[in-house]
């Protein structure tokens, strides 16, 4: 099992940056990737970044140039520093973590963080 808090979230203005966490704990040996997806109101879960083990990344068109992923040496902890920030950004963030036990992938998750960017 692994636990997943965010943290980080909160209110900016358009044009600003924010800098989310995501702490792993419990079984953190079997985690190869971490990502962070958002949701927003009415709409699905997305992925916007990730970061595997071998240091491969992701970015999703929409934040490519204005989001960065990074890592912490255990990958136990992922940071997201989201600048120039637009409303289209708001949503709830949501870290993830891919977990292999034995031949299978299990997906954990964090309970969200609110990010709300004003115009």
């Known amino acids: 099992q692994v636990q997943l808090v965010e943290s980080g979230g909160g209110l900016v203005q358009a044009g600003g940056s924010l800098r989310l966490s995501c702490a792993a704990s419990?079984?953190?040996?079997?985690?190869?990737?971490m990502a962070w997806y958002r949701q927003a109101p009415g709409k699905e879960r997305d992925l916007v970044v990730s970061?595997?083990?071998?240091?491969?990344?992701y970015y999703s068109s929409s934040v490519k140039g204005r989001f960065t992923i990074s890592r912490d040496s255990a990958f136990t902890t992922v940071f997201l520093q989201m600048n120039s920030l637009k409303p289209e950004d708001t949503a709830d963030y949501y870290c993830?973590?891919?977990?292999?036990?034995?031949?299978?992938?299990?997906?954990?998750w964090g309970q969200g963080t609110q990010v709300t960017v004003s115009s």
């Open positions: 970061l595997d083990d071998g240091g491969g990344t």
């Open positions: 993830n973590a891919v977990c292999l036990q034995g031949d299978r992938d299990y997906d954990y």
């Open positions: 419990g079984d953190t040996i079997c985690i190869t990737a």
